[in-house]
């Protein structure tokens, strides 16, 4: 962490990032079945044999060298049925993680049956967890565990962590999932919030509270179907909180953000509740007059979640797929029409930047209809060639170029503290 207590109070106890970030495909996870199939959708007691593995696993990994974590979940496919899964990974090879783990692995299999399922990156597996995983225990070990230790046992982390904050222990499985999410996923606030932060945090509100809508409206028969899907996507929103509730620490005009409830006994009401809390802190974060920008990107990713959640699709009528579409189209217009109104001066005035500049023939080519606007182009032609592209394709384009480009040419929100 780099040394600013000169000019920011928090330094030295605002959680880190996680520096050593790997990529995705760098992730090698096994999967197996363990043990006979669940007779039904309540949670069992870990079975014995289970939890020794994990006694044992952290020490014989870090003896290995690894640097990876073990996940058990219960799996909760709706059309199949549930049983425990073990996952374990490891930043590298397969080959380096079968030798990691070999010695517990091996007890593991002397007592219940095991059979492998599937062997890939993380950026194939975690899609399969969010939809059907309800995690039980989580645990890492090297430099993940060295991290998760540092922000867990800080003597701040009930202020800027929200499961801890929630009052949960900090071996719970929801106390660790977001960390989990904060390593491996894309650090948010680098530098202030911009229109992709923005967007994701309401894309990660949208899908809590709808989640919680379905799970209350299909009853305790659909209940254990969604709940891993609701368990996960907490862990998605309170990762994305991790940096805003940081900065709460230090923007004496807001009170601080709720935090989630976490606990096993919430219900679709309680959890709900939260949630409204944390929706009218945020609204009071976005909704001013400084920033109108991230504010129409934080209600475009609450309105449409659905929509940029592929995942989440399946669980809507096409004609609701059309509606969602239909209702993304005006922020996807906006959005681009206040890019390139800003773009465009900037080149007419010879101020744009090379990388603005580089950003924006990739977004020609992926939307041509914007090929023949200029330096001369006025607000009207920019809206006339904005309004000719095809409404799924710039849907599609909304997060992957619309937003990056946004980012480049819009100011960003500076936050009072942004971890380091």
């Given amino acids: 962490m780099t040394d600013t207590s000169a000019n920011d ?14 990529d995705a495909e ?10 006979d199939p669940l007779g039904n959708h309540d949670m069992p007691e870990i079975p014995a044999s289970l939890a020794l593995f994990f006694d044992l696993i952290v020490p014989a990994a870090e003896r290995g060298g690894s640097n990876g974590f073990a996940h058990l979940w219960v799996d909760r496919h709706p059309h199949e049925q549930p049983g425990w899964r073990l996952s374990v990974a490891h930043v590298g090879s397969v080959d380096e993680l079968d030798d990691a783990i070999a010695k517990p692995l091996a007890r593991l299999a002397a007592s219940m049956t095991m059979s492998l399922i599937e062997t890939e990156s993380l950026h194939m597996t975690r899609p399969l967890w969010r939809k059907r995983a309800e995690p039980v ?15 867990i046992g800080h003597r701040d982390a009930s202020g800027f962590y929200q499961p801890v904050g929630a009052g949960l222990r900090s071996d719970h499985v929801l106390a660790a999932l977001p960390l989990l999410e904060d390593m491996l996923g894309d650090p948010f606030l680098r530098g202030g919030m911009g229109f992709e932060d923005a967007l994701r945090i309401g894309i990660s509100l949208g899908r809590a509270h709808l989640l919680e809508s379905w799970i209350e409206a299909g009853g305790s028969e659909k209940e254990p179907y969604f709940r891993p899907m609701q368990i996960w996507h907490q862990a998605w929103l309170a990762n994305a909180l991790i940096d805003p509730a940081v900065a709460t620490l230090a923007m004496p005009g ?9 606990d096993r006994k919430a219900t679709p009401d309680t959890r709900r509740a939260a949630l409204d809390d944390l929706s009218v802190w945020l609204t009071a974060v976005f909704f001013n007059d400084a920033n109108p920008a991230l504010r129409n990107a ?9 929509w940029l959640d592929p995942d989440l699709q399946q669980y809507v009528q096409p004609q609701q797929r059309d509606e969602i579409l239909q209702g993304l189209m005006p922020y996807c217009r906006w959005f681009l029409a206040m890019a390139l109104y800003n773009h465009l001066d900037n080149l007419a005035a010879g101020t744009a ?3 603005q500049i580089a950003f924006y023939a990739t977004l ?3 939307l041509p209809e914007l090929s023949p606007l200029g330096d001369l182009a006025t607000q009207r032609d920019i809206e006339q060639h904005i309004i000719r592209i095809d409404a799924a394709r710039a849907a599609s384009a909304l997060d992957t170029l619309v937003l990056p480009f946004c ?9 009072d503290a942004v971890r380091s």
């Fill in 298 to 306: 934080f209600i475009a990713g609450v309105q449409n979640a659905v």
């Fill in 364 to 366: 020609v080519e992926a």
């Fill in 254 to 262: 807001l009170p601080p953000m709720p935090a989630l409830d976490f």
């Fill in 137 to 151: 225990r989580l645990t890492f070990w090297g430099a993940f565990g060295r991290h998760a230790r540092s922000l």
């Fill in 26 to 35: 760098d992730v090698m996870i096994r999967t197996w079945q363990v043990g």
């Fill in 353 to 355: 930047r090379e990388d």
């Fill in 9 to 22: 109070q928090y330094a030295g106890f605002l959680p880190p990032f996680f520096r050593d970030r790997p």
């Fill in 407 to 415: 980012d480049l040419l819009m100011p960003q929100l500076k936050l």
